[in-house]
């Protein structure tokens, strides 16, 4: 159980502290005013993490037999405190889900957010953390609880409502939603992670996804899910579908690993493969999902470094496109590292814009869209001033950013189906939006 | 600066407080209250407002009475007196007809946090078990928990605790969760929750009701069940089969922890879990939030002390990525050594020698001893990736490659021959005293093969005025004592004049009487100083710390999936099985020559030679060294052993 839980800024000013035990920072020293004893905690995390010269160690710290687990959100650092030997995975795990809640409030987590949401923060904290115990922690249960937002008082209704809330099996969807234009939106959003070496050997590769849903149904409506899952197919095949798989080459996906929003029964999921739901009002993740096999790797590169002399590089990059040349990728990024010794850099490209940033080290090559199936190749010569620095260029990856308008893993929405068996719309009333977007994560060549 | 002008800010928020014309307009008498709360979080003491706020207390505004609460629960130890007033505040509100006004007031009421006050709390909280609204019994039943250890001391009413047990079937699962945590608390005297078959059965077929923190409550607490047949075992563990997979880490991490505890008298069903939680734990380790990543890999590591094989066909999971930070490298490091066979020693090790360049110092550092101990087994392609990497010159590269190479030979004693080869004109890349001292001790052990030595000796000794590091020193005197041994025409000269230096103007005791000690040995001839500083090679009988079994589960299974695998140990991993107790991970670096010559030394200079991390384990280590001396360290140890004795002549 945690004890206590402090957000600082980057200086290590405390923006907030919330003390859930009395074992935190009352053993040392003669505490003098109620914040003295916790001041201690606050301190030694302070001097010894934040303040340390050296890098950080571990994301947990021991300090006088005090845990501090700490997770970064930009510039604010987030420290969970216990005195017990907890679980380390929950632990961090909850400061997960204290950002994800966080951020559904006020967005991003910044120190100027922090700073005007404070009250906020604190009743979160009273509503999420009972006695350093997680109690509630799905945003829209807490909307009920929380009065930040809705500064009237309650009415009569409302008052109604919370209790069925707090009573009712179904916490993340309130009764009565009524909207005149039932839609969904569903994103398919994807992040593509390679790590390539030199000779064009994929040394690693991953694709990360979120299944990203905007629902404003009406009534309380049973929604059912399909997806070109493997197992699925598979057992389908038997049936006869089969050969349209077979028609097209890969039509089904093998999924690693998966994550639901608990909206969805995992019981019917694990016997049946079907993903079905009553989905909560507004925006929500549906599911993430992790694919190791068969990945598109929407670009390759090939990177061709020479070095002449001691003085001279010679780079070559090309960037090949890997997709159906009817669809077009967008904000292309490559960036080349260059040494830390560069002075002068002269550079040629076929498309797009490209610069030597000094102060990142790095030639950054724009394209804005580019066309499947297409190669555009940049060269570069870097000009070194001589050092007596015997320190070999480590020679970093080359990175690479874009955005793609279909999945890299190859998923593929299959059918979206809504049921209100109570109010009389049907699911070809329903206006469906699917979009498939695949970002770069790590996307890494070694040069 | 909050601290500036503070005085006047409180003088003025306590006019506004108690201003009626404030008081009557809802909305301004609110923003009042939160700028005394602003003033708080950023450091102001506003305690003298507390009369003021126990007023703002009694309002129908809930935002109001949530914003004085948290108020209240920071300063309400400075005025116990004081407090007694909102008490009857609160006991209103846990009357409100309202349930999120009754759990909020009987939440703040257990907050306060005062001794005095729990005589008026308990009331309202046994009628908050009893509240037909979830959100109230939640709060409730951790109330009890509050209480208790508001004064731990105080008798416990067993008409509660049945209560509790009894709502241990209560319709919601976070009141469930909350009552086996408060009765955790409670009884903690007696050992926690009493866990019978009925209360095991029911928490099993709810667990999946609850969220991801229950689930973790709840396997954590099952772990102290013992099924009383093999039936019902088998039967568990089949209804917990599918959170063993489960996605989310910690319940995955737990209804492990809950397996292994279950099954210590069963190994082939232990291992049949590890191997099914291989899938999910590797997904963990590619998550995209680095501080879960990091638990997963201490996990593992963890795991493959019982288990070397497990990962062995997914070492590319291990890879470091550039960006990723140092101890996430360092700690996917270490596994990949365990991981090492003779199919993928070429891959890893290219890859690692990747790493040695890398821009972290410490992280370079890693890699180079990390190629070390893979090293011990496939020693020539090894040491071929170690010269090569004296070959581009940076001090710190070269200093961790001189003191890697050092234990290698330590342990393989037959590499000699390539390190003495490479060891020659090193010493001018070497700056830090560490890296120094490997040398001097490499130039001590192989002096005779080292053309140069006596050169580089001299080099030493010219600078020892200057030297700072106390290990250098000592490691100085034994080498030249040495190299006297086998090459006494070159270096009788130069020993002559570190010794002089030594006695005559050493200001520290350790230097000082270690010269002393030699000197005297030379005088008792040549025979004897010979039998002394070179005696047996400790070498063969290393063999038992470095051919380690894999250990059985129940070595670690206790501190799986808490805190104890994500400490640092040390500086390497190695498990040490029997002979020392488990969770205290030592390497046979730890003793080797400098560390095991601080322990034999006077106490003063452990805490200068030996690294700091090491002091926590130094009483093991001494236990250790004490039960080891005879067999291990004879050679380096006998020396020591007579400096002890020189100190303390009686």
């Known amino acids: ?447 | 600066m909050p601290y500036l002008g503070s005085e006047d800010a409180v003088r003025e928020l306590r006019r506004a407080l108690s201003n009626p014309n404030v008081q009557s307009d809802q909305l301004r008498y609110r923003n009042t209250v939160l700028k005394a709360i602003r003033a708080m979080s950023q450091g102001v003491d506003v305690s003298d407002l507390f009369s003021e706020m126990v007023k703002a207390c009694a309002t129908v505004d809930i935002v109001q009475k949530k914003l004085v609460y948290v108020f209240l629960c920071s300063y309400a130890t400075l005025n116990p007196e004081l407090s007694l007033l909102v008490i009857n505040t609160l006991r209103k509100d846990c009357q409100d007809p309202n349930p999120m006004v009754r759990s909020l007031a009987l939440r703040n009421m257990t907050n306060l946090r005062l001794p005095s006050l729990v005589e008026y709390v308990e009331q309202p909280l046994a009628a908050g078990l009893r509240d037909r609204a979830a959100c109230v019994r939640r709060v409730a039943v951790l109330g009890w928990a509050k209480l208790h250890n508001l004064q731990p001391d105080a008798e416990i009413d067993a008409a509660v605790v049945n209560e509790l047990y009894g709502l241990l079937r209560d319709p919601d699962p976070v009141v469930m969760v909350n009552c086996l945590r408060a009765l955790e608390e409670i009884l903690k005297k007696e050992g926690g929750v009493a866990i019978n078959k009925p209360i095991t059965h029911h928490l099993l077929n709810r667990l999946k009701e609850s969220d991801v923190w229950g689930q973790c409550e709840v396997l954590r607490i099952l772990q102290r069940y013992h099924p009383q047949s093999e039936d019902e075992l088998f039967d568990i563990l089949s209804l917990l089969d599918a959170s063993l997979v489960s996605p989310h880490p910690p319940v995955m991490a737990a209804t492990l922890g809950l397996f292994l505890g279950l099954c210590s008298g069963l190994p082939a069903v232990s291992l049949a879990a590890l191997e099914r939680v291989r899938g999910p734990l590797l997904a963990a380790c590619g998550s995209t939030s680095r501080e879960t990543r990091f638990t997963a890999l201490c996990h593992i590591q963890l795991l493959l002390r019982s288990l070397p094989g497990l990962m062995g066909a997914h070492y590319k999971r291990f890879f470091c990525g550039y960006a990723e930070p140092a101890y996430i490298k360092q700690r996917k490091m270490q596994v990949l050594v365990e991981l090492v066979n003779d199919e993928n020693v070429a891959m890893l090790l290219d890859e690692l020698k990747g790493y040695c360049t890398d821009v972290n110092p410490e992280t370079a550092q890693a890699a180079i001893s990390a190629i070390g101990r893979i090293g011990r087994s496939y020693s020539d392609r090894c040491l071929e990736i170690l010269t090569g990497l004296l070959g581009l010159k940076q001090e710190h590269i070269t200093s961790a490659v001189v003191q890697t190479m050092c234990d290698l030979v330590w342990v393989c004693p037959q590499c000699s021959d390539t390190v003495c080869s490479a060891l020659e004109g090193c010493e001018e890349m070497l700056q830090d005293s560490q890296g120094r001292q490997a040398l001097l001790w490499l130039l001590a052990a192989y002096g005779e093969r080292v053309s140069s030595a006596p050169y580089t000796l001299e080099g030493f000794i010219d600078r020892v005025r200057s030297e700072a590091s106390l290990g250098v020193k000592m490691e100085l005197l034994t080498t030249t004592m040495r190299l006297f041994l086998c090459r006494p025409s070159e270096t009788q000269d130069m020993l002559g004049r570190l010794l002089h230096y030594c006695i005559e103007e050493e200001m520290d005791m350790c230097v000082r009487d270690q010269a002393l000690l030699y000197y005297r040995l030379l005088h008792c001839g040549i025979e004897e100083t010979h039998k002394v500083l070179h005696g047996q090679r400790s070498d063969p009988s290393l063999g038992v710390l470095i051919g380690r079994p894999a250990e059985p589960i129940n070595q670690w299974a206790y501190s799986f999936n808490t805190l104890e695998p994500l400490r640092q140990a040390g500086f390497h991993q190695v498990g040490w099985g029997a002979s020392v107790h488990s969770h205290f991970q030592i390497s046979p670096e730890m003793f080797n020559r400098v560390q095991v010559r601080a322990l034999a030394g006077p106490l003063k200079d452990i805490h200068r030679v030996v690294p700091k991390p090491l002091l926590c384990y130094l009483g093991c280590v001494l236990r250790f060294v004490q039960s080891a001396l005879e067999h291990v360290f004879i050679q380096d140890v006998s020396v020591h052993c007579c400096i002890h004795l020189s100190l303390n002549p009686d």
């Open chain 1, 1 to 447: 159980m945690i004890g206590g839980l402090f957000i600082y800024n980057h200086k290590g000013e405390v923006l907030i502290s919330r003390v859930y035990r009395n074992d935190i920072g009352r053993g040392g020293g003669a505490s003098a005013g109620p914040m003295g004893g916790r001041r201690n905690a606050v301190d030694a995390f302070r001097v010894n993490v934040i303040h340390a010269r050296q890098q950080i160690r571990s994301p947990v710290t021991n300090i006088a037999r005090t845990s501090f687990f700490h997770v970064k959100r930009s510039n604010i650092w987030l420290a969970a405190v216990t005195k017990q030997n907890v679980n380390a995975t929950m632990v961090f795990e909850f400061l997960y889900k204290m950002c994800d809640v966080m951020s559904a409030y006020f967005g991003k987590i910044s120190e100027e957010n922090v700073k005007n949401n404070f009250v906020l923060i604190y009743e979160l904290l009273d509503e999420i953390l009972d006695f350093g115990y997680p109690q509630n922690s799905e945003t829209g249960a807490l909307k009920t609880f929380i009065t930040q937002q809705g500064i009237k008082s309650q009415t009569k209704e409302e008052q109604t409502q919370i209790t069925s809330q707090v009573t009712g099996q179904i916490g993340w969807r309130r009764e009565g939603i009524k909207y005149r234009r039932n839609e969904l939106f569903l994103d398919v959003l994807e992040s593509v992670n390679l790590l390539m070496s030199p000779q064009g050997q994929v040394l690693s590769a991953h694709v990360s996804g979120r299944v990203v849903m905007k629902s404003y149904l009406s009534g309380m409506p049973e929604c059912k899910f399909g997806m070109n899952d493997k197992i699925v197919i598979d057992k389908q095949g038997k049936g006869g579908i089969s050969e349209e798989g077979a028609k097209s080459g890969k039509q089904s996906i093998a999924i690693d690993d998966c994550t639901f929003h608990q909206c969805v029964r995992l019981s019917k999921f694990d016997s049946e493969r079907s993903i079905s739901f009553i989905p909560p009002d507004g925006d929500y993740e549906l599911m993430r999902y992790r694919t190791t096999k068969d990945i598109i790797l929407p670009f390759r590169v090939i990177p061709l470094v020479r070095e002449v002399g001691r003085t001279k590089l010679e780079v070559k990059v090309v960037i090949k496109s890997n997709f159906k040349s009817s669809l077009l990728a967008q904000k292309i990024e490559v960036r080349i590292p260059t040494p830390l010794n560069t002075s002068g850099v002269q550079v040629i490209c076929m498309k797009g814009k490209a610069k030597y940033k000094a102060s990142e080290n790095a030639i950054v090559w724009k394209v804005k869209r580019m066309a499947g199936m297409k190669e555009s190749q940049i060269s570069a010569e870097i000009e070194l001033l001589p050092t007596n620095d015997k320190k070999k260029w480590a020679r970093p990856p080359i990175s690479m950013n874009f955005e793609v308008p279909f999945a890299p893993s190859g998923l593929k929405v299959r059918y979206l189906k809504v049921f209100e068996p109570k109010l009389n719309y049907s699911d070809q009333d329903v206006i469906k939006w699917v979009r498939y977007i695949g970002r770069s994560g790590i996307y890494e060549t070694r040069c």
